[in-house]
Each structure stands twice: as structure tokens, then as C-alpha cells.
């Protein structure tokens, strides 16, 4: 793409004006704005498609784009809720036809077609609410609590926007994990706020260390207000999964440092590693007691994109608020109400996820059996990433708990390290692009989540099917270790 | 709700301590938005519902709901053919069903073999899907008489309302009197007012004159420039045609006018067309600003910057629970459109729902196509109607649609008078057979 200037000199030439919106006049924070995840290194692939070139997508948690298939039970009911026709036609059981008469119902018009209450329809974020009770051991949720959202990113969003004020070293200071879904520094620089991170320990499995979360604070303090907490657990990009004992730690210190908690947990139901478990912040915060329990204040949320389910097409997702002042909370499905509501599909699909077939339903037996399918396929491919990455010299992997991407750590010698610096590259982002051009294996440079300085990595995620994964992790193996003896 | 000094005072006598985030210390610009079509009146309409449930006795037995554009929340039903296409896209599996018609399953299929996995439930690309957008690309070629859209300047959105605020966030520059400033219509749809609130840009009025049936003045656009030059840097301008709230769709030559205005002033124009399948007035008929401006050639033609909206909410279809829409750019910087689309993708993708039923809206069944009959039937136009119609419009040759005499099901034809002169009718019979052949041609 030509530049502004480039482009300046050229409409001059032709006798043409300036733009009225160029580069340098644009909003400044959209300039800072980066987001990996679909950044350079997915553009160099689709211009590789385009040339017919094969390219294998491991940047993007997608299930279904890399042959997942949806569950049908969840896909039968959408059907009846789009073109009621079908409710006459035996071809569907009558659980799913109830659940569609259900949710139609409770529609205006009785069609996906309306526009929903801001914070979704109050029948789902009803049973949404009756989900996280028994998530949470039956620990109250109340669903006015509980707003749906266009996948949880939206929700993300319209929680962090709440918190920024300030200017200058008052500006609201959030801190983040490193590494970290690249949602949170796009949004954060798209908000003037400021970005204060806190490094997860990779000799420890990517564990969260409270001292370090002092640490990190401690220097934030001096150039902005520290208001917030931001935790991926399960983690994105690197699957840990955080254990009670650190959760209850991170609770302490947010309470006593009053940080607002934004706990992401929307790969709770992405948990494979034997050992470990998913404990929700909600479940945590509960029954950490008094003085937590009252009034540490909470968002916490979770989304149809990934689980079993894989729908990130429908942008179906939901915040639980926990101890949020209720003229905040007004503030906030006021913000909501200027979008109107998130998509009704994806409110309806939500509905279903946390309201699965009852054993005793008609379709209870196939939907478990394509769910538990899911996910032990999913189990066996975050154990073989690890396994194959780790054999390789020059690569080692941390354990896969959860989620669904391996972030590997890579040893790059120090003639690429000074190749990438020459081409004004990240030498994960030099890599990364090498990779895709010689395998056509497209994975994220680490460079886009964030790591300790010095250090290479690169986010793969494991939803290839089982025997590509495989012949993947390999040929990703050959090259690096091709690579590595071209650069000594 | 309880203010936060109430909160505060009540949580310090409990030996609670304060909230973290609270009324002061949040966002300001997020307090001063607002957003009447769901604010306090609807709030009191939805406890006043609540009430009634209850048994309450009130002077009335429902609440109707006439404050927001939601036609199917008020009884409209949804077009058949897109909610089949809908369905099969959904639950493939429905494609070896004998009680879908054949169009709708090659539309399914169609679409499908564009979607990652061959399946709804993938994030597609994040400016929407290709094939979908070349299809929207084709529609407002047909719209506007054949002039050119560009598949790559066309980007899908999670409703209208969600690339608005893209483009607008993309404008917001500067600080104190050189901040960004926006003119808008008085009265507007508070989107606007809301996200200008939001991003702490500065709102700049214009008042539609309501002695003109709302007319859009230029004189007045100038007033309110003009004032607003000694405290903001003003740097685009929005226009909602046809009108919310006003309803009014402006004449082609204030469209003109708007377009040197804004070029004159430099001003990037963003053109809100979500009704733009809305025009019922006799006499009114709506123009769309990119067809204008491209009419209008040089300099405005290759310069003047646009990006117009549509969405799936309004129209014939009314399907806003599906958030579907789309803008157009015209002209946009090369560098900020790889912007906007780099800040489209922080989101990842508009629900792909909402992007198949688009692809429905913009390529409707042709009139070929065993759907067509139902579907123009459901829009309240019978096939051979609308035939008439275009043929009036473009031949001015005025015929009676055999609808309004009775037909088999399935046929139509048209009445006309053999009464012209023989070398006048000759004329009307080969131009009105030309224009059929241009017909079938386009709708093949």
C-alpha cells in the first residue's frame, strides 16, 4: 500500500488535492492499534492463497474452519428457530423442537428477526445464570447480572472503556499478561489507556506469581492509576491452567491493591492436562468469604466461539458483573443500548450451549457423543504438540493444559537474529514468514503476544485433524532445524 | 438505582469500603452518552409491561411499542426464501430435503463453499466474506445504473451502526479547537450524538427545516460550519437519507449540493442509506449519494471521500436481530482504509448469519427462479407489478400488470391498449420488447 506521502506527491502530480482523512491526520490511537492474530504474517498467506500456494491456518482458535464439525443437536434447533416451517417436519426430535418453540417465545414476534433487550433476551441470560450455578456448585448467580454480548470481545471491550479516565500519570493504568491475547493491547492503545504487563513464568508453566504482579504494579504506579486486572485463564496463548491456590492469590492482591478483576475464561470448557482443573473466579471469589466476597468487584466471561461447540461465526458470548456499583452497571446497558443487541443467533446458540440435552432427552446421547469426541481429540492434540515440539532440538514446549494453541518457545542463532534486524523484522516475525513461505504453515509470531526480551516464540493452535496435526509438528520441526543450521 | 454517594455513605456504615469503579471515576465521555430509543421512556415502558404482567390495573391493557424500528417485533414476518436459505446454511443437512425449493439450496450451497469449513460456525475474513462481498459490489452496480463498485471497497458489518462508528473513530484527531468536529442533522438518529459523546469528538448541528418537509439547506450547513470553525477542526459531515427520524428523502439536486458543499469544505461525507429500500411517497425517490457523486465526474467524482451504509434491519426484509449491514468507500485514503481494516480485525468478523442473510438482500431471486413468484408476493409486489413498474420507469410506456385482471398461478402478462398511431405503437411494441430482452438479461 502506497503511503500518505507517496500517495500526496502523486495526486499533486495530477493535479489533484490532499485527502481529507490521511495517515497523519487519522486518529492516533487507531495508528497504535495492533493485532497479530490477523496481522502481517496472515496477509503474506492470503496473498500466497491467492496465488494458489497451500497454506495450513494454525494462527487463528477456529475450530470449524480447520474441520470441526458443529454439534447437531445445537445446529438442529438453530434451523427451527430461523424457518419455524420446520417444526411440522419429522425430521427433527421433539427436544430440539421444544427448545426452539422456547427460545421463539421468548422473541419479540416470536422471530429471530427482532431486536432483543440490550443485554440479551431475559429468558437465555436466565438460563445463562442457571448455568454458572451449577458450573459453580450451586453458588447464586443472578441474571441481571449477566449481559450477553457479540462474542466475549465486545463484552471485553465495553468493560475496559468503562474504566479508563484520567489524564496524563492520573490515566487509568490495566495491567495484562505476558503473554496475551493481543485483544486487550489493541483495545488498551485504542483507549489512550495505559498498558502496564506482568510477565507469566515460563519455567514454571507459565504460572501467575503475585510477587510479580507487585512488581509490575509497583512500577506502573509512578506514571499512571492502576485500575484493573486482566486474567486469561485458561490461558491464550499459552494453555496454562491457573490452579485454586493462584487464583485465591490473584483475588487477595487485587482486593488489596483495588484492581477491578476481568477474568477471561473463555476456554473454561478446554481443559485437557491430567492435574488439572478450571476454577471460575466467581467460584473462587464466593467462597474466599468476607471481606472478598462482598465487594471485590468481578467480570468475568466466556463465549460459543470455543469449547466443544467452536461457533466463532455466530459471535455468541456473555460478562457476569460481580459486585459492580449498580449506577455502573446502569452506565454500562447504556453503552450496550447504543448498539442495540448482540446478534440473536448467537444469543440463541448460547442458549443452547448452557442448556445442553438432559439424559433423559431424545437427543442427549448423540450430542454427548460428539461433544466428548471433540474433546478428547482435542486432549490427544495439545499432548502431542507437546510432545513432538519438546523431541525437537532448539524447541520446547510447555505443557498444553488448556485452550487450544501451543506457544513453543524457539532458539533462533544470532546470524537470524541480525538477518530480521536488517529487514526491520522481529526475528519471530522473520521466522514465522520463512516458515509460511517454505511449508506453508501459517502460525503467529510471538513478537504479537508479548515475551520476555530476548526470548522467541511463535502461537500454533492444535485444530488441525490428529494425523495432519502430526505430519505438521514435524514438518515445522525439519524446518526449524533447517533454518538453524542455514543461520549458524 | 442508587446513586454511588448513597453507595458510598451506606457501605462506609457497613464497614464496606468503596467501590473501585464508581460514577466519578469512570469514563466521562462514556456518562455523557445517550441513547433515547432505549433510554428512559422504554426503561418506564418495560417496568409498566412488568406491571400489567402482575395484574396492576392501568388505563390500558398493553404497552405498544412504536418507539424503535423493529418490524418484525411488531408483527412483521420474514421473507420465506431468506429464512430457507437461512435454515439449509445452518443445518446443511436440510439440503437433501424435498420441501426446499432448488434455488435456495444452490444459494446455500453457494454460500457455504464460501465459508471456512463449509460452515457458518467459522470466523470468515474480517472484512466479511469475499464472495459476499462482490455480490453487495454487484448490487449497488445494479442500484446505480451500472457505475462501478469495487468488491474490495465494500467491507460488512455487525449492523450499519457498527462500521459508522469505525469510520467515525478512524476521523477523531486533534485536541481542544483543533479537535475533530462532525456536523450532524437536527433532528438525527442518536447513534451519532451518542458515539461523537463517546469518542470526545465535537458535535456540530444542522438543522433540517421543517417547513420543507425537513429539507437539508446548504445555507444551513454553512451557518453551522462557520460557527464551528473558531472551537473545532471540522472534518466530516453525516447525512441520513431518507431521514431518521424525519422521514424525508431528499431531492437529487440537494444531494448535489451536499457533495460540492462538503468538497468545497473538505469534508468527508458519510451517507447513512439504511432506508433506502424505505421510499413511499409518490413523487419522492431516493438517490444514492455514491451514484451522485460518481454523476457528478470531476473533480468531485475521483476525490470528493464517501462511505455510505445499508444494513438488513430496515427495508422489505426488517431483519435486525440478525445484524447484518455494510459500508462503501469512495476515495478513502489507501493507507487508512488498510487502517480500517486492521481495526476491523481486532473484532475479527461480523456474524456470518447476518453476512449470509446479506448476500440474500443484495442478490434476491431472480425472476427465473421457482421462489420469485412467493418472494415478490411477500415484498407486497406481484411479479408482473413490478416488470410494469421498471418498464414505466425506464420506457415511460404505461401498462396494466395482468395481476390486477386475474391470471393462472405461475403466469403473468400485461394489458395494453392497441390505440396509438400505427408508427407510434410499432415504436412502443419493439421498445417495450427490448426492454423485456434487457430484462431477462439483467435478472439472469
Given at each position: 500500500m502506497a503511503s500518505s506521502t507517496g500517495d500526496r506527491s502523486q495526486a499533486v502530480r495530477h493535479g489533484l488535492r490532499a485527502k481529507v482523512l490521511t495517515l497523519d491526520g487519522m486518529n492516533p490511537r487507531v495508528r497504535r492499534v495492533e493485532y497479530a492474530v490477523r496481522g502481517p504474517i496472515v496477509q503474506r498467506a492470503l496473498e500466497l492463497e491467492q496465488e494458489l500456494r497451500q497454506v495450513i491456518r494454525a494462527n487463528i482458535g477456529d475450530a470449524q474452519a480447520m474441520g470441526q464439525r458443529p454439534i447437531t443437536f445445537l445446529r438442529q434447533v438453530l434451523a427451527l428457530c430461523v424457518n419455524p416451517d420446520l417444526l411440522s417436519s419429522p425430521n427433527f426430535p421433539d427436544d430440539a423442537k421444544k427448545r426452539a418453540e422456547r427460545i421463539l417465545q421468548a422473541c419479540g414476534g416470536h422471530s429471530l428477526g427482532a431486536y432483543s433487550v440490550s443485554s440479551g433476551i431475559q429468558l437465555i441470560r436466565e438460563d445463562v445464570a442457571r448455568y454458572i450455578e451449577r458450573r459453580d456448585g450451586g453458588i447464586p448467580a443472578d441474571p441481571n447480572n449477566v449481559f450477553l454480548s457479540t462474542g466475549a470481545s465486545d463484552a471485553i471491550v465495553t468493560v475496559l472503556k468503562l474504566l479508563v479516565a484520567g489524564e496524563g500519570h492520573t490515566r487509568t493504568g490495566v495491567l495484562i499478561?505476558?503473554?496475551?491475547?493481543?485483544?486487550?493491547s489493541a483495545t488498551l492503545a485504542e483507549l489512550g489507556a495505559v498498558q502496564v504487563d506482568y510477565y507469566l513464568d515460563e519455567e514454571r508453566a507459565w504460572a501467575l506469581d503475585v510477587a510479580e504482579l507487585h512488581r509490575a504494579l509497583g512500577q506502573a504506579?509512578?506514571?499512571?492509576?492502576?485500575?484493573?486486572?486482566?486474567?486469561?485463564n485458561p490461558g491464550n496463548p499459552t494453555?496454562?491452567?491457573q490452579t485454586r491456590e493462584c487464583i485465591e492469590a490473584v483475588i487477595r492482591f487485587a482486593f488489596e491493591e483495588r484492581l477491578f478483576l476481568l477474568a477471561d475464561e473463555v476456554y473454561q470448557d478446554n481443559v485437557y492436562a491430567a492435574g488439572s482443573q478450571f476454577h471460575s473466579f466467581k467460584k473462587v471469589l464466593m467462597e474466599m468469604g468476607p471481606p472478598y466476597a462482598g465487594q471485590q468487584e468481578l467480570a468475568s466471561f466466556h463465549s460459543t466461539s470455543k469449547g466443544y461447540m467452536g461457533e466463532c461465526g455466530f459471535r455468541g458470548g456473555y460478562v457476569e458483573v460481580v459486585n459492580m456499583d449498580a449506577a455502573v452497571q446502569q452506565q454500562m446497558l447504556k453503552l450496550m443500548s447504543v448498539r442495540l443487541c448482540p446478534p440473536v443467533p448467537g444469543q440463541a446458540l448460547l442458549d443452547l450451549v448452557v442448556s445442553p440435552p438432559a439424559p433423559t432427552d431424545p437427543s442427549f446421547a448423540q450430542f454427548q457423543a460428539e461433544k466428548q469426541a471433540v474433546l478428547a481429540e482435542l486432549a490427544a492434540k495439545a499432548k502431542l504438540t507437546e510432545q513432538v515440539f519438546n523431541e525437537a532440538p532448539g524447541i520446547s514446549c510447555n505443557p498444553v493444559q488448556g485452550a487450544m494453541y501451543s506457544f513453543p518457545r524457539v532458539q533462533l542463532p544470532p546470524r537470524a537474529v541480525e538477518r530480521a534486524q536488517e529487514l526491520g523484522l522481529a526475528p519471530d516475525m522473520f521466522f514465522c514468514l520463512r516458515l509460511l513461505e517454505e511449508t506453508g504453515i501459517c502460525v503467529v509470531p510471538g513478537s504479537g503476544f508479548g515475551q520476555r526480551e530476548g526470548t522467541y516464540h511463535f502461537r500454533m493452535t492444535i485444530l488441525p485433524p490428529l494425523e495432519k496435526l502430526r505430519l505438521l509438528l514435524e514438518k515445522l520441526s525439519r524446518f526449524h532445524a533447517k533454518f538453524t543450521l542455514e543461520y549458524s
Open positions: 499478561p505476558i503473554p496475551q491475547y493481543p485483544l486487550y504506579r509512578d506514571h499512571c492509576r492502576p485500575r484493573a486486572l486482566c486474567v486469561i494453555g496454562q491452567v
